[in-house]
């Protein structure tokens, strides 16, 4: 099992940067593909972006493509995101997740067995 706790959010201007953090309890963070998720009120959960277990490999929704960046430190336990360019309508709760312990990682929020309990990005115009 991984616990998950995620850091970084705040109130921010449009055009400005965040860096989100997610540090996972256990010595087996690099079996689990990570992914980063957010949920704005009213709306679905939707996927932003994950990566494979060494994070050589990526992947982002289209809405945040050339903005946002996730990387992985497994020596620390850590995922971030990077976020640049931030917009209003990036505004939401930001979840990390880990998807099971070997598996190939999703992009579908039901994939994924450990939540953080999220941190909370606001984007002013």
């Known amino acids: 099992q991984v616990q998950l706790v995620e850091s970084g959010g705040g109130l921010v201007q449009a055009g400005g940067s965040l860096r989100l953090s997610c540090a996972a309890s256990?010595?087996?963070?690099?079996?689990?593909?990570m992914g980063w998720f957010r949920q704005a009120p009213g709306k679905e959960r939707e996927f932003v972006a994950r990566c494979n277990r060494s994070g050589g490999m990526t992947y982002y929704a289209d809405s945040v493509k050339g903005r946002f960046t996730i990387s992985r430190d497994n020596a620390k336990n850590t995922v971030y995101l990077q976020m640049n360019s931030l917009k209003p309508e990036d505004t939401a709760v930001y979840y990390c997740?880990?998807?099971?312990?070997?598996?190939?990682?999703?992009?579908?929020?039901?994939?994924?067995?450990?939540w953080g309990q999220g941190t909370q990005v606001t984007v002013s115009s």
């Open positions: 256990g010595r087996t963070f690099s079996t689990y593909p």
């Open positions: 997740a880990a998807a099971p312990a070997y598996s190939s990682g999703s992009a579908y929020y039901r994939n994924y067995s450990y």
